[in-house]
């Protein structure tokens, strides 16, 4: 079995993900004590997917990684995201919060065969493009250190001459890099949520990694409300309270309905698909549902108004009351808002009705908002599974090449 590492591990999206495709977890590493208390509640619990996850309360760069051999297959993980969203305070390395160079460090240490590094979409805008560089070098050459009393754009000025120079002539560790911007509602997800991930493969692997394709779209659901019907008709919504198309995508659907649309790929899954079996948490028959409670005070700011029905739902923030939390809720069928439970949000994100969460509903929130959709996670993980089963594969045939020609 392939064998992993999973860093700022959060509530465990993204290292349940690396468990669905086949990877065995050697250290999961999560300073967060609420995050961890998730965690521990499920492995008491006997929850599958991290039952045996060897789980580490603390600081990253305080983990002891002396007992770990090189060369492990993947060393996957989400630093924290403040630093580059459009909610925080945009400081990138001048935030302490920043754990890029941390990351770097333990690939540095590990030598792993790969990785995977999840972050916002933040991190793609123009204000940051020299740090985003600057990340992306130091994870194509980890051993091309920062000096003491360097700064971080003199360490960039390095590693921008090794890059022109050549990394085939460069004799440490590097890595063949593939950024890509992904759009979970793509990949099945029932939300809009935008995340960049930077995948890696040390380059002595020869690997030719492509980003596993979209398999739903907009167009598709497009097509299944606008023109044949059969969305609303799997809701059992009648005509009569069936919404007119938004003014907006008028032009859209025509043309669809004109071009004999046909689907290559799935329909988008809405806020509707996603909690069709989920009943109103004020009403009966709620209590069935663990972590199903109503919070109420949910109101509409400007700009965060929330999420339709009938479209996949807009990012959940990490966030409660207030402007994060205005992303947080449902828009009902009779234009009133309320937030979304946890257990509904923990739908949104693919996470099993079985995984509980650990403390109040804020904290739950501030733990789903900042979490890699487990299915989302678990595409990736395949994608990059898949490569290395490969490249190991080209090797052995290889070796039994020269074995015969010798």
Not at 15 to 39: I, K, N, Q, Y
Not at 92 to 109: E, L, N, S, Y
Not at 151 to 174: I, P
């Amino acid at each position: 079995m392939m064998k992993s590492v999973e860093l700022f591990a959060g509530a465990g999206g993204l290292a349940m993900g690396a468990t669905l495709a086949g990877f065995e977890s050697l250290a999961v590493v999560e300073w967060d004590r609420w995050a961890c208390d998730t965690m521990r509640e499920n492995q008491r619990k006997g929850h599958p997917l991290v039952q045996n996850l060897p789980l580490w309360e603390g600081d990253v760069r305080d983990f002891d990684w002396s007992g770990f051999p090189e060369g492990i297959d993947l060393v996957s993980g989400g630093p924290p995201c403040q630093p580059f969203s459009m909610g925080g305070r945009h400081k990138a390395f001048g935030d302490q919060r920043d754990m890029f160079p941390a990351t770097v460090d333990v690939v540095r240490r590990l030598k792993p065969k790969s990785f995977i590094i999840e972050n916002v979409k933040g991190l793609t805008r123009p204000s940051f493009h020299d740090y985003f560089q600057y990340i992306q070098l130091q994870l194509e050459f980890p051993e091309v250190d920062r000096h003491d009393g360097e700064t971080w754009l003199e360490h960039l000025k390095r590693l921008q001459e090794e890059k022109t120079s050549g990394a085939q002539h460069f004799n440490g560790l590097t890595y063949n890099l593939f950024p890509i911007l992904v759009n979970a509602a793509d990949y099945g997800i029932p939300q809009k949520r935008e995340r960049v991930f930077i995948v890696g493969f040390r380059s002595d692997l020869g690997a030719e990694w492509s980003p596993p394709a979209p398999t739903h779209s907009k167009d598709a659901l497009l097509y299944d409300q606008w023109v044949t019907g059969d969305y609303w008709e799997r809701h059992c919504v009648p005509e009569s309270r069936r919404p007119e198309v938004p003014k907006h995508l008028v032009s859209q659907v025509r043309k669809l309905d004109d071009s004999l649309f046909e689907y290559d790929r799935k329909p988008w899954r809405t806020v509707r698909d996603a909690l069709v079996d989920v009943p109103d948490p004020q009403k009966p028959g709620a209590h069935f549902f663990c972590d199903h409670n109503f919070q109420d005070g949910a109101r509409v700011y400007k700009g965060h108004t929330g999420s339709p029905l009938d479209l996949p739902s807009k990012t959940l923030k990490a966030g409660a009351h207030g402007v994060p939390g205005g992303e947080n809720m449902m828009v009902r069928d009779d234009g009133s808002v309320r937030y979304f439970t946890v257990r509904e949000s923990a739908r949104l994100q693919a996470f099993p009705d079985g995984y509980t969460f650990h403390g109040a509903w804020g904290e739950t929130m501030r733990q789903l908002g900042n979490a890699v959709p487990v299915a989302l996670a678990r595409t990736m993980a395949c994608s990059v599974a898949e490569q290395l089963a490969l490249t190991q594969l080209r090797n052995l045939a290889k070796q039994t090449s020269r074995r015969k020609m010798a």
